[in-house]
């Protein structure tokens, strides 16, 4: 494994795609892996693209790829795609609209299933970003799945969210309503030659006028819980002036147009972070997000193992007669575990 | 872990209907599943191959250019480092050139008619559990 490692960080394409499969399949020495690998991460602009289905993002990630390598850069792609909640399988089909990107080595793409994840990325996709970073791309977009407004992990893990929308999927209630038009740091209206995509961009921008974070470096929802994270003094000698507002940049991906705008949106954004010092507040929130995450599926894996299997079954059977509620049932289990009650 | 498998359509034919239906399949069998799409180049799917780590290749090849194409997958594979990955092929092959395709290094060939459930079951028989390392 050690070997794949070295490799890795010598450009080997195949070991950068065996060690992607190690984390996704959360093998037994991933741990080993990415500690490893994380001293050489951090590099890396990572972009993530998200919005609902059939908006476009694949055809937006192939035009900005595009775009990057012609200035030069290399390109990660980490395309997520559902996996069937029923038979554990999933389609990735992200490629089919990546062909032309197709027999250039300064990118690489790779498809990912949610594998029973519910915020728009799977659970490997933090630690597949990491193994890309080091593998030494300088951009890597990250496709979501089709999201509707309450898949927000992407703002968890990118540097820049962009929020893809397209003519004729909502009246303008959609734009206001919380969620997923709030992680953005750049709004795109793809398909903007279709009728209705001057209806779609006043929509947003109504909603921006309405009021928006501006800065999600204050306080972001994550699984129901609010956290919020000091912003140390940093950057607010003018609160106000330094707030960012997302740009609405429209686009149509299949033929290219609006692509050197949005690409210079994303610029100007990496530049304000950069410049604000915000950038080591967004960080410092994502790590701190991820240690939580982390921490808790640690306990909830430890605890699982000290309830006996058939506790469960028995409080089950329980709540379904109605002889206890689900929250006293917690209650129960928790108190045949010692340590915990 | 689900088996990664790279479904792939070489060469000029522009019928996907039996891909697509194998895709579902395979997805309903558990199964991760690549979908390439249509006109795929023997580098193409090398690419994709390596890319996506999958475990097992499928070819859709309706044209007839089976015996062109499928021998210059194969090679180029090979040049990758892809030896270890087996090709199944799919679509219509005449009887008098499957000993050619096995020779290329084709570890099954899928007529019409094929059920879904017997090329399930060879993928299975023929992957063991990949291992993590």
Redesign the interface.
């Given at each position: 494994?050690n070997d794949?490692v070295e490799q890795l960080l010598n450009g080997n394409?195949?070991a950068l795609?065996?060690l992607?499969?190690?984390v996704e399949?959360e093998?037994?020495?991933r741990g080993e892996v990415l500690a490893a690998l994380f001293p050489h991460t951090g590099r890396a602009w990572v972009i993530g693209v998200t919005g609902a289905p059939g908006t476009g993002k694949s055809t937006l990630v192939t035009a900005l790829t595009k775009a990057y390598r012609a200035q030069g850069k290399t390109v990660a792609v980490l395309a997520v795609d559902p996996?069937?909640p029923?038979?554990?399988?999933?389609?990735?089909?992200d490629?089919?609209r990546m062909?032309e990107l197709?027999?250039d080595t300064g990118v690489?793409?790779?498809?990912m299933?949610t594998?029973g994840s519910l915020g728009g990325l799977s659970r490997a996709t933090r630690s597949a970003i990491r193994v890309m970073d080091a593998a030494g791309f300088d951009i890597i977009l990250v496709e979501t799945v089709g999201a509707g407004q309450s898949e927000v992990d992407i703002a968890l893990a990118a540097k820049t969210t962009l929020v893809v929308d397209a003519p004729g999927l909502g009246d303008d209630v959609q734009a206001i309503k919380a969620g997923i038009l709030e992680i953005a740091d750049v709004l795109v209206v793809n398909k903007a030659d279709r009728p209705g995509a001057k209806n779609t961009v006043r929509s947003l921008k109504t909603m921006l006028e309405l009021g928006h974070p501006g800065s999600r470096s204050q306080v972001v929802a994550h699984h129901g819980q609010l956290l919020r994270v000091e912003s140390n003094g940093v950057g607010n000698k003018d609160e106000v002036e330094a707030m960012w507002l997302p740009p609405i940049v429209e686009t149509v991906a299949s033929e290219g147009k609006g692509i050197g705008e949005l690409i210079e949106a994303i610029d100007r954004h990496r530049h304000y972070l950069a410049n604000d010092a915000a950038l080591i507040n967004l960080e410092r929130q994502q790590i701190e997000i991820e240690l939580y995450d982390r921490l808790r599926e640690a306990l909830m894996t430890r605890l699982l193992q000290k309830i006996p299997g058939n506790v469960f079954a028995d409080v089950i059977g329980r709540i379904q007669a109605r002889e206890i509620d689900p929250e006293s049932a917690v209650m129960a289990v928790l108190a045949k575990v010692p340590d915990v009650s | 872990m689900p088996i990664r498998v790279l479904i792939a359509k070489p060469g000029l034919d522009g019928h996907d209907r039996g891909a697509k239906v194998i895709a579902r399949a395979l997805r309903d069998a558990g199964m991760e599943v690549i979908y390439t799409g249509l006109r795929q180049t023997p580098e193409m799917i090398a690419e994709a191959a390596l890319q996506e780590d999958v475990d097992i290749v499928g070819l859709s090849i309706l044209s007839g250019a089976h015996l062109a194409l499928v021998p210059k997958i194969r090679q180029t594979m090979d040049k990758s480092g892809l030896n270890d990955i087996p090709i199944l092929v799919g679509g219509i092959i005449p009887d008098s050139d499957r000993p050619t395709l096995e020779a290329a290094g084709v570890t099954a060939i899928f007529g019409p008619g094929t059920s879904t459930e017997e090329i399930v079951a060879h993928i299975h028989k023929i992957l063991t559990p990949k291992d993590t390392q």
């Amino acid at each position: 494994m050690n070997d794949l490692v070295e490799q890795l960080l010598n450009g080997n394409r195949r070991a950068l795609a065996r060690l992607l499969t190690a984390v996704e399949n959360e093998a037994a020495n991933r741990g080993e892996v990415l500690a490893a690998l994380f001293p050489h991460t951090g590099r890396a602009w990572v972009i993530g693209v998200t919005g609902a289905p059939g908006t476009g993002k694949s055809t937006l990630v192939t035009a900005l790829t595009k775009a990057y390598r012609a200035q030069g850069k290399t390109v990660a792609v980490l395309a997520v795609d559902p996996t069937s909640p029923f038979s554990g399988g999933a389609i990735l089909g992200d490629r089919i609209r990546m062909r032309e990107l197709s027999g250039d080595t300064g990118v690489f793409i790779r498809s990912m299933a949610t594998r029973g994840s519910l915020g728009g990325l799977s659970r490997a996709t933090r630690s597949a970003i990491r193994v890309m970073d080091a593998a030494g791309f300088d951009i890597i977009l990250v496709e979501t799945v089709g999201a509707g407004q309450s898949e927000v992990d992407i703002a968890l893990a990118a540097k820049t969210t962009l929020v893809v929308d397209a003519p004729g999927l909502g009246d303008d209630v959609q734009a206001i309503k919380a969620g997923i038009l709030e992680i953005a740091d750049v709004l795109v209206v793809n398909k903007a030659d279709r009728p209705g995509a001057k209806n779609t961009v006043r929509s947003l921008k109504t909603m921006l006028e309405l009021g928006h974070p501006g800065s999600r470096s204050q306080v972001v929802a994550h699984h129901g819980q609010l956290l919020r994270v000091e912003s140390n003094g940093v950057g607010n000698k003018d609160e106000v002036e330094a707030m960012w507002l997302p740009p609405i940049v429209e686009t149509v991906a299949s033929e290219g147009k609006g692509i050197g705008e949005l690409i210079e949106a994303i610029d100007r954004h990496r530049h304000y972070l950069a410049n604000d010092a915000a950038l080591i507040n967004l960080e410092r929130q994502q790590i701190e997000i991820e240690l939580y995450d982390r921490l808790r599926e640690a306990l909830m894996t430890r605890l699982l193992q000290k309830i006996p299997g058939n506790v469960f079954a028995d409080v089950i059977g329980r709540i379904q007669a109605r002889e206890i509620d689900p929250e006293s049932a917690v209650m129960a289990v928790l108190a045949k575990v010692p340590d915990v009650s | 872990m689900p088996i990664r498998v790279l479904i792939a359509k070489p060469g000029l034919d522009g019928h996907d209907r039996g891909a697509k239906v194998i895709a579902r399949a395979l997805r309903d069998a558990g199964m991760e599943v690549i979908y390439t799409g249509l006109r795929q180049t023997p580098e193409m799917i090398a690419e994709a191959a390596l890319q996506e780590d999958v475990d097992i290749v499928g070819l859709s090849i309706l044209s007839g250019a089976h015996l062109a194409l499928v021998p210059k997958i194969r090679q180029t594979m090979d040049k990758s480092g892809l030896n270890d990955i087996p090709i199944l092929v799919g679509g219509i092959i005449p009887d008098s050139d499957r000993p050619t395709l096995e020779a290329a290094g084709v570890t099954a060939i899928f007529g019409p008619g094929t059920s879904t459930e017997e090329i399930v079951a060879h993928i299975h028989k023929i992957l063991t559990p990949k291992d993590t390392q």
